[in-house]
């Protein structure tokens, strides 16, 4: 009788049930439906967001899904959110930062994208994934360290001072749970019962109550991270890929169409019929979101995910991908900061997943090229717009993998992992230290030098010029790394 937990047997599928079963419980949840009792386990963090107040819309078939998410705001008209967003695009300077946080799904290993290439316990240890010595760029702070080939547009931004590298970043007793660990970063707290994320509960303090677009989920749905409990704040798809559906109307009669509906919603959000008033809001804050979007609303003779650039009108050329939204999201948030919408914490998260429990390299090494190329195309779009300086990309995945492959040519579940932050006013070095293969924690795996609630304090601190106590439990606990020039 096998093993499950030995990593020398074989697995026949990429991705671990956990993975797949916890995409599924996600998104019942997100969309309001209690996954039945086999598929639930108690144990498991309800994700933040689920159960506030919300108000949703549902477009199209060329619309994606538009949310305005927010509680307590039974006052909130229309025209509040209208004048709410040109209000803060008004007083929004032109040095403003944006934080944009991209999470990297099932777990990235850490030990191929910044690999010890050439150590011989490495390669032991990974007889057939062991990155090859001198097959990529070195880690300028620690040449015993190699970027992965496929991460080579990472590599020379970091050569160029724009890239910071956390190579062991996680926390203390690491829950390899893909649900529990997923949600810890998300809350910005190892605490299962939080239902705010960390960036919601900074929208809470800091933000607009009349600025849906101050916190922006480029998911098609609400991302956790900018969930906030009071606040609104928007999730769309991406901005050229918005647009409201009536059946059999189009044209200018569309537009008188949906102009109405939002008029009336906003005469109507206050009925004593709780479902007159539910659909009345979601009509006027819908409105609101969709003459926003309405600059990037375009024919769609010209697929965003086969030329975002022209879509978006950059002059940088993203990576086309059918498979994955990211280069088209990255480059609609690029001509959204552009036109002045007043963005302030952006969330979003890869269509590829990196839950490689078998034959990984093919896998990983197509991720993680396009995360990476397509990151680069941002910053270089960024640049080309003279809006870089205002741009910081934490990117993240909720843990590392296990140093040893297992039998299938892939890894398992492991705990420290690699993160970075990228931008021109990111202080471009190593924070912290590698954790090495020497040492690792009863499990097997590496060991964290860096706790992600540290940084969580630092980019509040640093980044917005905030106190992060009232945001992050116990932030005094945590050293703050310097993370700018």
Request: proline letters at 4%.
């Given at each position: 009788m096998t093993d499950p937990f030995d990593p020398r047997t074989p697995r026949p599928v990429t991705h671990c049930d956990g993975f797949t079963r916890?995409?599924?419980?996600?998104?019942?949840?997100?969309?309001?439906?209690?996954?039945?009792?086999?598929?639930?386990?108690?144990?498991?963090?309800?994700?933040?967001?689920?159960?506030?107040d919300r108000r949703r819309f549902i477009a199209g078939a060329v619309g994606g899904l538009a949310l305005v998410y927010g509680a307590e705001r039974a006052g909130l008209t229309d025209g509040m959110l209208g004048d709410g967003i040109a209000?803060?695009?008004?007083?929004?300077?032109?040095?403003?930062?944006?934080?944009?946080?991209?999470?990297?799904?099932?777990?990235?290993?850490?030990?191929?994208?910044?690999?010890?290439?050439?150590?011989?316990?490495?390669?032991?240890?990974?007889?057939t994934l062991a990155v090859a010595s001198g097959s990529g760029v070195q880690l300028r702070e620690d040449t015993s360290l190699t970027w992965h080939p496929a991460a080579a547009s990472i590599a020379n931004l970091h050569n160029a001072g724009k890239v910071l590298v956390f190579p062991?970043?996680?926390?203390?007793?690491?829950?390899?749970?893909?649900?529990?660990?997923?949600?810890?970063?998300?809350?910005?707290?190892?605490?299962?019962?939080?239902?705010?994320?960390?960036?919601?509960?900074?929208?809470?303090?800091?933000?607009?109550?009349a600025n849906p677009f101050q916190g922006l989920s480029l998911d098609g749905q609400m991302n956790p991270t900018i969930a906030t409990s009071k606040n609104p704040v928007a999730a769309i798809d991406q901005p050229?890929?918005?647009?409201?559906?009536?059946?059999?109307?189009?044209?200018?009669?569309?537009?008188?169409?949906?102009?109405?509906?939002?008029?009336?919603?906003?005469s109507q959000r206050h009925s004593a019929d709780a479902a007159i008033?539910?659909?009345?809001?979601?009509?006027?804050?819908?409105?609101?979101?969709?003459?926003?979007?309405?600059?990037?609303?375009?024919?769609?003779?010209?697929?965003?995910?086969?030329?975002p650039a022209a879509v978006y009108g950059s002059s940088v050329t993203y990576p086309a991908s059918t498979t994955d939204d990211l280069p088209a999201r990255l480059a609609g948030l690029a001509s959204m900061i552009s036109a002045g919408v007043p963005l302030k914490c952006v969330a979003l998260t890869t269509d590829v997943q990196f839950d490689t429990h078998s034959s990984q390299a093919a896998t990983f090494n197509t991720g993680v090229q396009l995360v990476s190329d397509s990151l680069a195309a941002f910053q270089a779009d960024l640049e080309a717009r003279g809006i870089a300086d205002r741009v910081l990309v934490h990117v993240w995945s909720e843990f590392g993998r296990r140093p040893q492959e297992n039998g299938s040519h892939g890894t398992d579940h492991g705990a420290?992992?690699?993160?970075?932050?990228?931008?021109?006013?990111?202080?471009?070095?190593?924070?912290?230290?590698?954790?090495?293969?020497?040492?690792?924690?009863?499990?097997?795996?590496?060991?964290?030098?860096?706790?992600?609630?540290?940084?969580?304090?630092?980019?509040?601190?640093?980044w917005f010029g905030d106190d992060s106590a009232a945001v992050i439990p116990g932030a005094s606990r945590f050293v703050r790394p310097q993370l700018l020039k």
């Open positions: 916890s995409q599924a419980i996600r998104r019942a949840l997100a969309s309001g439906v209690r996954p039945v009792a086999r598929e639930w386990d108690s144990r498991m963090p309800i994700p933040a967001g689920v159960g506030i209000r803060a695009a008004t007083l929004q300077r032109s040095d403003s930062p944006i934080l944009v946080s991209l999470f990297l799904q099932g777990g990235l290993d850490s030990l191929s994208l910044l690999a010890p290439a050439g150590d011989p316990l490495y390669e032991k240890l990974r007889p062991g970043i996680g926390y203390a007793d690491e829950d390899m749970s893909h649900f529990t660990s997923r949600h810890y970063w998300e809350v910005g707290t190892t605490d299962a019962e939080l239902t705010t994320g960390w960036m919601g509960r900074y929208l809470d303090l800091t933000g607009d109550a050229n890929n918005f647009a409201v559906w009536v059946n059999g109307v189009w044209g200018d009669v569309q537009e008188w169409t949906l102009e109405s509906a939002s008029s009336l919603g906003d008033k539910q659909v009345a809001g979601a009509a006027s804050e819908v409105g609101v979101v969709r003459r926003t979007l309405k600059p990037w609303s375009k024919d769609q003779t010209t697929s965003s995910t086969e030329n420290a992992g690699v993160s970075l932050l990228i931008g021109t006013r990111a202080s471009g070095q190593m924070v912290g230290i590698w954790p090495g293969l020497e040492r690792l924690d009863v499990n097997g795996n590496q060991i964290a030098n860096v706790d992600f609630r540290a940084v969580y304090c630092s980019m509040i601190e640093q």
